[in-house]
């Protein structure tokens, strides 16, 4: 148990090391789980069937790890300064009622609608559990609020333009490295004006529940889509990112607030 205790300890004092030890487990857990799987089902893929397991375990690794680490309250998993404060996120809501203007959404049968919600839960609590909570916290303790919103950004963005390699579209992995990255800003800078992970962590369900019932697939989409429907997304992403940056400049307990994150 002691062990133990000094192994907390030592992750809530190196969040760096934390947020990679975190990526590690949770993806170790997850091809484990798949592996599980496709032992007694070798028929199925991650790409076509699993897609939505995977994200799911590592959703709850990641949450498992931080709750036992006793830092969930520091990365954002508590209640925002304000309920007010949910109000600085609704303008991005300007995204998914986008998406529903332009592709609507569908019903794909109960089982594929339920991996299609399973999915969008597991990658929206996944994915602001590392990005928005974990890694900004670990570079606003260490750099302050500016760094901690464009770097994990940036890896955000990084992680997304990969899925060429996974056999999406390219033209559609470049629009949505843009997006992301943009998307990334947004997010972390209603985290950081909210002091909560749970409005980001809603809007990125949202979005992601909109897609994908809008598509009728999650993750890499290997599908081209029309310039015309991308370009937009990409344009309302960077006004939207300016507004959030335009919020942080703006909130005048912006100082206070950052120095109470590590309570």
């Known amino acids: 148990m002691n062990r133990l205790n000094k192994l907390q300890s030592f992750f809530r ?3 760096f090391v934390f947020a990679f030890f975190v990526l590690v487990a949770s993806r170790i857990a997850g091809g484990i789980t798949i592996q599980a799987v496709q ?14 397991l995977l994200m ?18 520091e990365i954002g998993l508590k209640k925002p300064h304000s309920y007010k404060e949910w109000l600085f996120a609704l303008p991005l809501l300007i995204l998914p009622l986008y998406i529903l203007s332009e592709k609507g959404i569908s019903s794909w049968g109960l089982s594929q609608n339920l991996v299609l919600l399973i999915a969008a839960i597991g990658v929206s609590v996944n994915e602001e559990v590392i990005f928005r909570g974990i890694l900004l916290n670990a570079f606003l303790k260490r750099w302050g609020k500016w760094v901690a919103v464009f770097v994990p950004s940036i890896l ?18 470049i629009y949505q490295t843009l997006w992301t990255f943009a ?10 004006r909210t002091g909560s992970l749970y409005p ?4 990125h369900f949202v979005l992601d529940f909109v897609e994908y019932f809008a598509t009728g697939n999650y993750g890499v989409h290997s599908e081209p889509y029309a310039t015309t429907l991308l370009i937009p997304i990409v344009i309302m992403s960077i006004v939207l990112m300016v507004y959030t ?16 994150y590590s309570l």
């Open 13 to 15: 004092n190196h969040p």
């Open 39 to 52: 032992m007694v089902r070798p028929g199925l893929t991650v790409e076509n069937d699993l897609g939505w």
């Open 56 to 73: 799911t375990v590592y959703a709850s690794v990641a949450v498992s790890l931080v709750y036992w680490t006793d830092i969930a309250k």
């Open 156 to 173: 955000f963005a990084f992680t997304h333009t990969t899925n060429v390699i996974a056999g999406g579209d390219t033209m559609y992995a």
């Open 183 to 192: 998307g990334g800003v947004i997010l972390a800078g209603i985290r950081i």
């Open 200 to 203: 980001v962590i809603l809007f």
């Open 245 to 260: 940056i335009i919020l942080l400049f703006k909130s005048n307990d912006l100082k206070q607030k950052d120095s109470n």
